[in-house]
T-cell receptor
Framework: RKEVEQDPGPFNVPEGATVAFNCTYS??????FFWYRQDCRKEPKLLMS???SGNEDGRFTAQLNRASQYISLLIRDSKLSDSATYLC??????????FGKGTRLSVIA | ETGVTQSPTHLIKTRGQQVTLRCSSQ?????VSWYQQALGQGPQFIFQ???????GRGNFPPRFSGLQFPNYSSELNVNALELDDSALYLC???????????????FGQGTRLTVV
């Protein structure tokens, strides 16, 4: 079983839609959680960290459920520019980042 | 821009050859991690260097090796290239803080290696 699992998609949604991605992790010792965004043929870039209390950054909301070991990302009012692959990432302290395979999002006009 | 630079950006090699990829970390960052990202996959951890010492290794064979220099820049060397080594190779720099559990890593733009 992969340490971080995501639905690869693709998710094809119209502009303005709300879309949610989930991710599960297997190692209960995981301490830090992130969502990275990766555009086609580019490097991953940090979208947001995920905190136990949940956190929001504009149209993006991240949630963490430690008991169920899953992380979610909600995108409201989708824009064409949100089209990308979203990578769920975990680590344990200062250990290397462990990435999921990513979920592809296409926002359609 | 992250301040992490990788070279070259693209490379084509023949099976059996050797390759060296380079990474300059962000100023002040003493830790460099290398990742391999095959098409349609998430990045896979190769190894990490902290203050010129290897500080963790993923599930990659010994023909993947590396170095970190006193200025914290790093090299990834791959010997006896195989077709499956074709991938995007990403370097990430960070500066772990003592006791911190949430240290951001900054990625370079990657080197796209094609083995033919």
């Amino acid at each position: 079983r992969k340490e971080v699992e995501q639905d690869p998609g693709p998710f094809n949604v119209p502009e303005g839609a709300t879309v949610a991605f989930n991710c599960t992790y297997s190692n209960s010792a995981s301490q830090s959680f992130f969502w990275y965004r990766q555009d086609c043929r580019k490097e991953p870039k940090l979208l947001m960290s995920v905190y136990s209390s949940g956190n929001e950054d504009g149209r993006f909301t991240a949630q963490l459920n430690r008991a169920s070991q899953y992380i979610s990302l909600l995108i409201r009012d989708s824009k064409l520019s949100d089209s990308a692959t979203y990578l769920c990432v975990v680590n344990r302290g200062n250990t290397p980042l462990v990435f999921g395979k990513g979920t592809r999002l296409s926002v359609i006009a | 821009e992250t301040g992490v630079t990788q070279s070259p950006t693209h490379l084509i090699k023949t099976r059996g050859q050797q390759v060296t990829l380079r990474c300059s970390s962000q100023s002040g960052h003493n830790t460099v991690s290398w990742y391999q990202q095959a098409l349609g996959q998430g990045p896979q951890f190769i190894f990490q260097y902290y203050r010129e010492e290897e500080n963790g290794r993923g599930n990659f064979p010994p023909r993947f090796s590396g170095l970190q220099f006193p200025n914290y820049s790093s090299e990834l060397n791959v010997n006896a290239l195989e077709l499956d080594d074709s991938a995007l190779y990403l370097c990430a720099s960070s500066s772990p803080r003592q006791g911190a559990t949430n240290t951001e890593a900054f990625f370079g733009q990657g080197t796209r290696l094609t083995v033919v």
